[in-house]
């Protein structure tokens, strides 16, 4: 997915530019991206980041950058912040999405013998077409409209131009955008971790579809919220930084009303309970004190020297990194009943790994909790998907065992406690040699959250649109 973070200040914003958008790295990401605007002109610097943390590419630029307003992207898609000249003046670019209709898009321009002048890997840069459709407008309020409006999927942006930023969160609401406030100006983020520490408060969330300009001086509304929003739920069980909150709803917060959730549907004999690192531990808390069970670390990640597992392009090389940053404490597993909450089980390659490594420890019952019910469609909307194909997906590959092929009515095994919901769930344990295996109610994952379904994008667990 990735993130952003801009600020107008009456003063240098350099450092808090480039903290606030290192405070998005956990997103996991390809590239990151500065741009500043000094009194002549908007300087970008970008970098791939695949190798190397964001604060070490980006930190022998900052002599550079400085200036009373920027924008920073980390980003898994394209290289960005991306700057600009046209009709509309000179600015500078930052987007975070997915554009399924990205063909169609491009052939529209390519109609009208409009090009590009951004590629990425031989293709159209995504930033690049947001570009385009934002020079189609006779400003800048109408050109972001026109993204709203023509693009399939989201895109959230901030773009700045010589007199402020511009923040637009994506038509139907479904990344967050926010607005900070101190007293020397305004930033907006991705994620409200990156306020804290740089000395700003939450001023609100930007709603579906709104757009708005800031400047050191103030807000001004350019396009008002919509009414229908469906936000990704996925941000809350596993992608949002513990810190963070979207909609006044802390992230933390959320993992332990999923572990409350599970126990309180849960009667099974166990030792202690553990959370998976770095996402299921706050659900194996919430777990341990609604049970009244101990909670322990059995196994422990190893930060220093490994990159996060979704970063390295080859699969292969991603299974390694999965495998050697967990590490295992032997005395904690040989002769335990364990109960493990886990964020989600995706393809469950590594998950299968270290079930056998607990049992090889000397574990006398393995259980398995994820925060969230089974994942049985792969994200539609956003650059979430942890699986490049849905088919992987633990859930279809069980399906398609029961069933013995891959188009069948899914709407029966998405019910939770089903009878074809258990007879999936039980494949899956099987495959993973777990004791037991629970899923989350989709339910109790929407309670636990606080917002009603009809606010809640759910697609990637239910299917609906």
Known sequence: MGGFFGVCSKENITDKLFYGVDYHSHLGTKYGGLAVKNSEEIKRKIHNIEEAYFRSKLEGDLEELKGNSGIGVISDTDPQPLVFGSHLGTFGLATVGKINNMEELINISFQKRIGFSEMSKGGTNPTSLIWQLINQGASFEEGIQNVQESVEGSCSLILLTEKG?????????????????NDKGYAVTSETCAFPNLDFEVERDLGPGEIVFLTEEGIESKKAPGNKMQMCSFLWVYYGFPASSYENINVENVRYKCGAALAKKDDVDIDFVAGIPDSGSAAGIGFSNEKGVPYKRPI???????????MPQNQEMRDLVAKMKLIPIKDLINGQRILFCEDSIVRATQLRYHVQEFFNFGAKEIHMRPACPPLIYGCNFLNFSRSKSELDLAGRRAIKELEGKDDVNLEEYILSGSE????????????????SLKYQYLDDLVEAIGLPKEKLCTYCWDGAE
Request: net charge positive.
């Open 165 to 181: 930023i511009y923040a637009a969160r994506d038509k139907l609401g479904r990344t967050p955008v926010i607005i900070g406030k």
């Open 300 to 310: 422990v990640k190893f930060t220093p020297t490994w990159p996060r597992s979704f």
């Open 420 to 435: 074809k919901n258990s007879a999936m769930i039980e494949i899956i344990r099987r495959d993973l040699k777990l004791t």
